[in-house]
Nanobody, 121 residues
């Protein structure tokens, strides 16, 4: 069983910054890609940023230049630095990972519980 624990969400004014953290724990053999998704009220969950094991990152167009995803493989952790926040960034942010619990496991998806980010104008 793999658990993803998120932290760092909260209320911030437009133009402010937040840093989200996510650490994986439990039975982990290997983790491939890690990333962040978000879901605003009434909208589909969307990919915000993803960082594969190789370290090359992908961002949604809406956050390019403002958000930075990083990873600490030694800690099985992924981070999302969010700068110049806008009200439209308001959403529940979810940590996501793909990996294996054992060397014989099939590839599985792991999700965090979600953390609320609210940006006021």
């Amino acid at each position: 069983q793999v658990h993803l624990l998120e932290s760092g969400g909260g209320l911030v004014q437009a133009g402010g910054s937040l840093r989200l953290s996510c650490a994986a724990s439990g039975s982990i053999w290997s983790i491939n890609a890690m990333g962040w998704y978000r879901q605003a009220p009434g909208k589909q969950r969307e990919l915000v940023a993803i960082i594969p094991s190789g370290g090359r990152t992908t961002y949604a167009d809406s956050v390019k230049g403002r958000f930075t995803v990083s990873r600490d493989n030694a800690k099985n952790a992924v981070y999302l630095q969010m700068n110049s926040l806008k009200p439209e960034d308001t959403a529940v942010y979810y940590c996501h990972a793909e990996g294996y619990t054992t060397r014989f496991s099939t590839l599985d998806d792991y999700w965090g519980q979600g953390t609320q980010v609210t940006v006021s104008s």
